[in-house]
């Protein structure tokens, strides 16, 4: 029955809880699916602690740093490519290592359900040499927090934390403990053979981190985050990790299959367990998701032993994992007869439905006017943010990484290339690392045109504040950044700034900014609409005239979810457009519609 | 038995999350081990939504292919799209009220019938819930309970009691709101029926 110890919670929300419980002093990230979730929460907590949104990761992961070498404990959060952007301090950190525990963690995004790529952080925390933990369930991934600190201040390192989207954005029940409150000492202490890494330091720092690899494998090795389960006389092995694991258990189980089962949840991968499966058994299966990192240690150790390795030969190494991808591969081992379940699907044609930006969107009315002012062979390139979804407008010629949208530019127009280049990133992706591009171009002489698309939030990852928004993660105010301060300090010599609600003043200004020979920023500034409803703006919906309504479907190409096409009655006749109630009342349509056929609608 | 996979499926925006949360919350409170997967990020912008709730489950969150005990869908066409999901055993309960993506809207690609969509999921399941979740929701006192109107609607399929389920209601909805909910979910229990 029920148990006041368990609760149903959402992945993030028992990291962030096991966070708190650990008196973190300072947690920095930059928001991220499947990661954001964990500062959101935190901050409802009101912790102790400092907890902010820092610019980017790079920045997340250094404050981290110096919270770490000063002796508190400390958390940098991002999403699997923002360790990317952090990897310069990451890497060397690795060598001087951390005073109060510190814990990186970097939420994986495996089926890029919202990244632009799906790359492996187990693969860097090995590159870095630090210890790795990859939970199984959100339970698990709350469990590790603790110990991952305790880990990290055991054996001075950092400790990648890596959760994926089915984890982060998972939810089951928790069982919650109490742990006993920790003090730290809290006071930097001047250390330059730690702490400055010149080269002189840094070799000795290099020695060091190699030194205690064996050691912290060991540690890691009979932890509670490894399992092995020898089965009396299976000649088959089975090695899974991470949420793998929990697949590879449930086709075992259904299955009924005989199987010895190594579950790993730390790295680097237990090489004497590894060895003691592979000592009594003929055949092992590894089963991981993405990179063969565990199959690949497997590889090594069993070089020269007469035995079977299965993994990325038969367990995709692309994509998402489940039951459905697991379970062919283990009755295939085991040799069991199995009939995969073919999914006969639909002979109903049903219509694609991507996502859209939003009724309302200000992107929609910055795109519209882009598109008129460059005309459609313009270059288009783009960032990352709900504004990628401009690709459904023709203005998204490229989407790489945050920031790249304004170098990508300038590279096309260094190249050679005569058409005109305006390319867009939003205000948040443009604090975080648009600002180097934007001072490059300037100082390059690159002939492009920069929307900064300013919808006040960074609203792709659910709308957390940013130095633009004059608030913290705990809402409190702050100096408030101007975009268009940060342009001009750039060295730019036209900076527009237009309301995209207004279509034809924007146009003029895409234009002026079109002619101008330079870099040139254009800054379209209209609140979130979501945001903005939030705050209880209310405006007027519109509709339809039909009688003035020609059928023109401007509106309709316009792309508004609000707005649909009413097909004619009669054949040979012309439909109407139809604004429906999800309309927010924007009225940008309005000023699309080439016959004054929409206004606001008499409430 | 109390293992139970559920598939919940709908558009951003059309509360899927409340509804698997609904769930999910009155399992736990019921003492059941529950695993459930949800949709965040980029997809939710007003595209497909697909959360998995298993209950009694101490493996992944994810229901395999062929396998779902129930398909809730807060929309015809999504059913359908999810349809793999259904073991043939399974069951489907629909709100049959269309919401139209862009696609449809804009003329490029058409909307199949709402009534070839249930037959084709007739068949593919041991029994189909047809449920016009948006006039109940009107009904109950409020168009956005709708997603209530199907948890509702599946309830008496699942393996918990009503107590469990209207207490998860009533602590996950904003309290206002408690009333019009429990009474939105009372008419999707009623209109769905009991279990053959």
Request: proline share 6%; hydrophobic share 40%.
């Amino acid at each position: 029955m029920s148990d006041n110890n368990v609760r149903y919670l959402l992945g993030n929300n028992a990291i962030a809880l096991a966070i708190n419980e650990c008196n973190t002093d300072v947690v920095a990230g930059y928001p991220g699916t499947p990661s954001s979730e964990i500062i959101e929460y935190l901050a409802r907590m009101k912790p102790k602690g400092h907890i902010e949104w820092s610019v980017n990761e790079k920045v997340a992961m250094e404050v981290a740093i110096g919270a770490s070498w000063t002796g508190g404990r400390s958390v940098a959060t991002m999403k699997h490519v923002g360790l990317n952007v952090a990897s310069d301090p990451f890497m060397t950190l690795a060598y001087a290592g951390v005073k109060g525990g510190m814990v990186v963690i970097s939420g994986d995004d495996p089926g890029c359900h919202s990244s632009q790529n799906e790359q492996d952080s187990r693969r860097y925390a090995a590159f870095a040499q630090v210890p790795c933990l990859d939970p199984a369930t959100p339970q698990e991934a709350y469990d590790m927090v603790a110990f991952a600190f305790e880990f990290s201040e055991m054996f001075e390192t950092p400790v990648v934390f890596r959760p994926t989207t089915r984890i982060c954005h998972g939810k089951s029940d928790i069982r919650l403990q109490t742990l006993a409150p920790t003090e730290h000492d809290i006071g930097f202490e001047k250390n330059p053979p730690r702490w400055v890494m010149l080269p002189v330091h840094a070799r000795v720092r290099h020695r060091v981190l190699i030194d205690k690899q064996e050691e912290m494998a060991s540690a890691l090795e009979t932890s509670q985050w490894n399992r092995l389960e020898m089965v009396e006389g299976a000649t088959l092995g089975i090695i899974a990790s991470g949420v793998a694991s929990v697949y590879a258990q449930e086709a075992i189980d259904r299955l009924g299959v005989k199987a010895s089962y190594l579950k790993i949840g730390a790295y680097p991968a237990p090489t004497r367990l590894i060895r003691e499966l592979a000592g009594s058994v003929e055949k092992i299966l590894v089963i991981e998701e993405l990179e063969p990192v565990v199959e690949d240690i497997v590889r090594i150790i069993t070089a020269g032993m007469d035995i079977e390795i299965h993994g990325k030969d038969v367990i995709p190494g692309y994509g998402e994992l489940n039951l459905g991808s697991v379970e062919p591969a283990v009755a295939d081992a085991a040799g069991l007869d199995y009939t995969a379940y073919t999914a006969p699907g639909t002979d109903i044609e049903l219509p694609s439905r991507p996502p859209v930006m939003c009724p309302g969107c200000p992107h929609r009315g910055s795109y519209y006017a882009m598109k008129k002012a460059f005309g459609k062979d313009a270059i288009f390139p783009g960032d990352i943010g709900c504004y990628t979804l401009g690709i459904q407008m023709g203005t998204m010629d490229t989407c790489l990484c945050m920031g790249a949208s304004i170098t990508t530019s300038a590279g096309i127009y260094h190249a050679g290339e005569t058409k005109p280049i305006c390319c867009s990133i939003g205000d948040s992706t443009f604090l975080h690392t648009g600002i180097p591009g934007l001072l490059n171009a300037v100082y390059n002489s690159a002939d492009i045109t920069v929307t900064i698309l300013d919808n006040r939030t960074t609203a792709m990852t659910g709308h957390q504040p940013n130095p633009s928004t004059g608030l913290t993660v705990r809402g409190d105010a702050t100096f408030m950044v101007s975009l268009e301060d940060i342009a001009l300090a750039c060295g730019v010599e036209l900076v527009l700034t237009t309301d995209p609600f207004d279509i034809a003043t924007t146009i003029d200004t895409f234009k002026q900014a079109k002619e101008h020979k330079g870099t040139s920023v254009v800054i379209s500034k209209q609140e979130c609409i979501i945001t903005a409803r939030r705050r209880g703006i209310k405006l007027t919906p519109f509709g339809v005239d039909r009688d003035e309504c020609r059928g023109c479907k401007a509106c309709i190409k316009f792309g508004c979810p609000a707005i649909e096409f009413e097909p004619p009655e009669v054949e040979g006749e012309k439909g109407h457009s139809r604004i429906g109630n999800l309309c927010i009342g924007c009225g940008v349509c309005a000023q699309v519609c080439p016959f004054n056929a929409i206004s606001e609608v008499e409430t | 038995m109390t293992e139970f996979d559920l598939v919940i499926v709908g558009v951003g925006g059309q509360g899927a999350i409340l509804a698997s949360d609904i769930v999910g919350k009155a399992a736990v409170n019921a003492g059941f081990p529950v695993m459930a997967a949800e949709t965040h990020g980029m997809a939710q912008r007003g595209g497909s939504v697909e959360n998995h709730v298993r209950l009694d489950c101490r493996y992944g969150s994810l229901i395999p292919r062929g396998r779902a005990d129930a398909v809730l869908a807060l929309e015809p066409a999504e059913a359908l799209r999810t349809v793999d999901y259904l073991s043939p055993n399974g069951v489907a309960v629909v709100n049959t009220n269309p919401l139209l993506p862009i696609t449809v809207l804009s003329g490029s690609a058409g909307y199949p019938a709402v009534d070839d969509m249930l037959s084709e999921l007739e068949g593919r399941c041991k029994r189909l819930v047809a449920v016009d979740a948006d006039s109940l929701a009107v009904q109950a006192g409020h168009p956005l309970t709708a997603n209530v109107v199907m948890i509702g609607a599946v309830s008496s399929f699942l393996p918990l009691d009503v107590e469990s389920l209207e207490e998860s209601i009533s602590s996950l909805v904003p309290p206002k709101t408690v009333d019009v909910n429990l009474a939105a979910f009372r008419l999707g229990r009623k209109t769905a029926g009991t279990t053959d």
